[in-house]
């Protein structure tokens, strides 16, 4: 049997929460799949309020949990191999220390660390209106090798709940780090009924 994939999952502490909280559920359940989570100061408030879970819960769930301080991690240095790295959700603080290579935390020093070692780093980032320092942001994130996934739903796939949504994004996301087989939503395969 293969070596799990080590995925570095980041939730900082943007509206959103249930996006890395859905992450981290279903990379969990996965077999192939080592998850290292890093959780924000502000994103234990924000897991409060929103999901009505507790982050503990969460560093239990994940293979490997680090402090948001703790700079001397195994993630802060590009010789721990890892697959790729998600930031879900992804704060304008966060999207700004990813684009600055500002090092002061160790989401912002992981992302660094699989930016430099050319390593997907995707980005869920979360808020809205935009102004132009943002855009500008995600531009520069994106030139230095960011993939930028605001979570915008797909209506095409008549979601119902609130799960489906969440689901929608977080398989897009699976996507891009080439876990394609998540089953979390119905390809596209046109419209129903369309004429050959």
Not at 136 to 164: C, H, N, S, W
Request: glycine share 8%.
């Amino acid at each position: 049997m293969s070596e799990p994939r080590r995925i570095v999952i980041g939730i900082s502490g943007a509206s959103g929460a249930i996006y890395g909280v859905r992450l981290l559920e279903v990379l969990s359940a996965r077999d192939d799949v080592e998850t290292h989570l890093v959780i924000s100061d502000g994103a234990v408030e924000t897991i409060r309020y929103e999901t009505g879970r507790e982050s503990d819960e969460l560093r239990r769930m994940a293979t490997v949990s680090y402090q948001p301080k703790d700079l001397a991690a195994p993630l802060a240095s590009g010789t721990f191999l890892t697959e790729a790295m998600v930031i879900a959700p992804c704060s304008m603080g966060t999207l700004s220390r990813v684009a600055t290579s500002a090092n002061d935390n160790l989401i912002g020093r992981a992302a660094d660390v699989h930016l430099k070692e050319r390593r997907p780093l995707v980005l869920l980032v979360r808020e809205t209106p935009l102004h132009a320092g943002h855009l500008r942001l995600m531009l520069d994130a994106t030139t230095a090798g960011a993939i930028i996934v605001p979570p915008v739903p797909g209506f095409y796939q008549r979601p119902k709940t609130i799960e489906e949504l969440v689901d929608h994004t977080i398989g897009k996301t699976l996507d891009l780090l080439g876990l394609t087989d998540h089953g979390l939503y119905v390809r596209w395969q046109g419209p129903a009924g369309r004429e050959s």
